[in-house]
């Protein structure tokens, strides 16, 4: 039986990096599935690396998916965000020069998370306040919420949670700190940046799952320097687990466009991951895994 025959007996749904238009794709996707039956949202555990910190801490806050799906479309809803300095191709290709000669992914980080506290982004009041506009609600929810975030000082991956005593809003902002493009987040003492520097989904937190349900909204290259996706699926089914993994389909890839931290992106990538989340309720073969 694939683990989305019975998706509220997920036990972990794992939420990856995309840009705002990822956030939208995906909470679009959620409320598309829950439309048929199936709500992907009551896991046991919850895993958000930066896009997916953010829909992680939207979900898990008691509202209902049809109510976060308007704050994507509706312009008299919807909160504000900022737009990069740069143009997507531009900031690929700085990250691309960063890396370039690297000799492991240790080193790869440590570059990228080198050039992140020494960059000039927005200033970090005004970063913090776009998230806290995202989040219904500040307080860490009572399921099991895991956000991941990057030492910038050490490249090293850092798991955040209620029992750390930090105010989600700065954890969800730590995560969400793209490297050159949003400024860094400290917390306790220590400058953090992206979760997705380590990896874009983190699916490997979710070992001791019995089923494990991945959104992979991504494309292209990845900020990513650790283990691949399908590395990590392989290693979840391999101790045991029933795994899906759900990516934007063509329909959805258009609406996301090139720039996925173009806040224009938001309304049609979440019509978008609607669409195709109501398909995927109708044919559950079509995402078996």
Do not use: F, K
């Amino acid at each position: 039986m694939s683990c989305l025959d019975d998706p509220t007996d997920a036990d972990a749904l794992v939420l990856g990096a995309g840009g705002v238009a990822g956030i939208a794709w995906q909470l679009g996707l959620l409320a598309g599935v829950a439309a048929g039956g199936h709500d992907l949202t009551r896991a046991d555990l919850v895993i958000g690396t930066s896009a997916g910190a953010t829909v992680a801490a939207q979900i898990t806050a008691g509202v209902p998916l049809d109510a976060l799906v308007a704050r994507q479309v509706d312009p008299a809803l919807r909160g504000p965000e900022l737009s990069p300095a740069s143009p997507a191709a531009s900031r690929r290709a700085t990250i691309a020069a960063l890396v370039d000669g690297a000799r492991s992914p240790a080193e790869r980080r440590r570059r990228i998370a080198a050039a992140a506290l020494r960059a000039e982004t927005v200033a970090p009041a005004a970063r913090r306040a776009v998230i806290a506009a995202r989040l219904p609600a500040h307080a860490w929810p009572a399921i099991d919420l895991r956000i991941v975030a990057v030492d910038a000082s050490t490249g090293e991956r850092r798991v955040l949670t209620q029992a750390d005593g930090l105010p989600l809003v700065d954890a969800v902002a730590a995560s969400c700190a793209v490297p050159l493009t949003w400024p860094p987040v400290e917390l306790d003492g220590r400058p953090y940046v992206d979760g997705g520097l380590w990896s874009g989904e983190n699916a490997d937190l979710a070992a001791g799952a019995r089923r494990v349900v991945v959104l992979a909204p991504s494309l292209g290259a990845s900020l990513a320097a650790g283990g691949g996706l399908d590395e990590q699926v392989a290693a979840l089914r391999h101790d045991g687990a029933a795994v899906t993994v759900l990516r934007p389909d063509d329909a959805a890839r258009a609406a996301i466009g090139d720039d996925p931290l173009d806040p224009d992106a938001r309304a049609p990538a979440a019509l978008a991951g609607e669409r195709q989340g109501r398909a995927l309720a109708v044919d559950w073969s079509s995402v078996a895994a």
